[in-house]
């Protein structure tokens, strides 16, 4: 999901000193070469320390015995440099996601209210932690996560807000129409599979 941000490219450019296209393009670059830098830097080490037993979510061979000296100390601060990572991560997944939903609405909000800031982000919340309650482990819940709240923030919602705003511009329409099913799909599949992974374990 680090490389499905381009819905925060827009409120991210206004909070720049200077809010120019090139200055953003340049942001976007240096983000991208970071992300794909540490997947590479990760995965290769992940690849060398387990071989062929490295699982798709790779926090589950940390929780292992990895029979190496001070394997506990590098556990903990794995497990800690996660928690400060979904800590930085889930307030600009929150701000996006209730900017959006707020943009689809068929009534207008005030979005720089204080009660429409508050009630929607505690509404959202709400229905976050249910869920979260509902689900008794915490890979199964970042699985579902993965598989849908990725299609939605990334495909979904910016091609219903593309489609409302097109003005009646065919091709514009068309192709986030097509964004829009594509994205569908592929989070009802990734939806239907992680289920169906779940049951099966």
Not at 51 to 62: A, P, S, W, Y
Not at 76 to 91: C, E, H, K, Q, W
Not at 178 to 187: P, R, S, T
């Amino acid at each position: 999901s680090a490389f499905v941000c381009h819905y925060n490219v827009n409120p991210l450019m206004k909070e720049l000193q200077s809010p120019r296209q090139p200055r953003m393009h340049q942001v976007v670059a240096q983000t991208m070469t970071f992300c794909c830098s540490l997947n590479i830097i990760v995965g290769l080490s992940c690849m060398v320390l387990f071989g062929n037993d490295v699982r798709t979510d790779i926090l589950q061979n940390f929780s292992l015995d990895l029979r190496i000296p001070h394997a506990s100390i590098l556990v903990v601060v794995l497990r800690v440099g996660y928690i400060i990572s979904l800590a930085f991560t889930f307030p600009v997944i929150l701000f996006t996601l209730r900017d959006s939903l707020l943009d689809i609405l068929p009534f207008k909000l005030d979005k720089e209210s204080s009660l429409t800031f508050y009630s929607s982000s505690a509404l959202i919340m709400l229905v976050e932690y249910v869920i979260c309650l509902g689900v008794p482990d915490i890979y199964d819940a970042i699985g579902l996560m993965a598989s849908t709240v990725t299609m939605v923030l990334g495909f979904v919602i910016p091609a219903l807000i593309t489609i409302r705003r097109a003005n009646g511009q065919l091709g514009t329409t068309l192709l986030s129409s097509a964004m829009f099913w594509i994205g569908c799909l592929i989070g009802i599949l990734g939806f239907c599979i992680t289920l169906t992974n779940i049951f099966h374990h």
